[in-house]
């Protein structure tokens, strides 16, 4: 069976198609209006060997924040869709990422309690044009709609672009960990016998 998601979300801000399949190849076909998430999600898929399919359309001339934070949206929701009943998953996903000088860690848990937990700051306030502080809005509002338990540490770093690119990728290693299949998980992995 296919662990697959599909969203479409249209407001008066921002137009969105986005398809994710979990057990992908790594492929990507992006295109949303802002580069540098283009990059980074292009580094989830790569990373997690997921496929990411995103069509986006927003008011980017206002500036990137609606279509930064309806994209976490639709992510998020995606994900929760492809993992189903989350049946035989492992759940918890930890992974740390050097980027040159910095150093990121995420840690996953797809508990079906939505929380995001950030200790990290930025350099610099930008990265070309992009905001940096929607980093935050982004990885706040998938975790929402994923309903998932994302804690995100920057260990260190000097370079903004670094520190993110490392948060993207580890953000995407863990994900990978947790979503795994276990043939010894009989059920989904929990005591209360449902996430």
Same mark, same amino acid.
């Given at each position: 069976?296919? &662990?697959?998601?599909?969203?479409? $979300?249209?407001?008066? *801000?921002?137009?969105?198609?986005?398809?994710?399949?979990? #057990?992908?190849?790594?492929?990507?076909?992006?295109?949303?209006?802002?580069?540098?998430?283009?990059?980074?999600?292009?580094?989830?898929?790569?990373?997690?060997?997921?496929?990411? %399919?995103?069509?986006?359309?927003?008011?980017?001339?206002? %500036?990137?924040?609606?279509?930064?934070?309806?994209?976490?949206?639709?992510?998020?929701?995606?994900?929760?869709?492809?993992?189903? #009943?989350?049946?035989?998953?492992? &759940?918890?996903?930890?992974?740390? !990422?050097?980027?040159? %000088?910095?150093?990121?860690?995420?840690?996953?848990?797809?508990?079906?309690?939505?929380?995001?937990?950030? $200790?990290?700051?930025?350099?610099?306030?930008?990265?070309?044009?992009?905001?940096?502080?929607?980093?935050?809005?982004?990885?706040?509002?998938? /975790?929402?709609? /994923?309903?998932?338990?994302?804690?995100?540490? !920057?260990?260190?770093?000097?370079?903004?672009?670094?520190?993110? *690119?490392?948060?993207?990728?580890?953000? /995407?290693?863990?994900?990978?960990?947790?979503?795994?299949?276990?043939?010894?998980?009989?059920?989904?992995?929990?005591?209360?016998?449902?996430?």
């Amino acid at each position: 069976m296919k &662990r697959e998601g599909k969203v479409y $979300r249209k407001t008066n *801000e921002t137009e969105i198609q986005l398809a994710f399949e979990l #057990d992908g190849e790594g492929k990507s076909a992006l295109k949303t209006g802002v580069p540098f998430m283009d990059h980074m999600l292009d580094l989830v898929a790569k990373h997690g060997q997921f496929n990411l %399919d995103i069509d986006a359309n927003g008011d980017i001339e206002i %500036d990137d924040h609606h279509t930064t934070e309806d994209i976490g949206i639709c992510l998020g929701q995606a994900i929760l869709q492809s993992l189903g #009943d989350k049946k035989g998953i492992k &759940r918890y996903g930890n992974a740390f !990422v050097p980027m040159d %000088d910095a150093l990121a860690q995420v840690v996953i848990d797809l508990s079906n309690r939505p929380h995001l937990e950030f $200790r990290g700051e930025w350099p610099s306030q930008k990265v070309g044009t992009f905001d940096t502080e929607l980093v935050h809005e982004f990885l706040w509002k998938l /975790a929402l709609e /994923a309903r998932m338990n994302l804690h995100v540490i !920057v260990h260190y770093g000097r370079n903004t672009h670094h520190i993110i *690119e490392a948060i993207f990728k580890a953000f /995407a290693r863990a994900l990978d960990e947790a979503t795994l299949i276990d043939d010894r998980v009989k059920g989904v992995p929990s005591s209360k016998g449902m996430l």
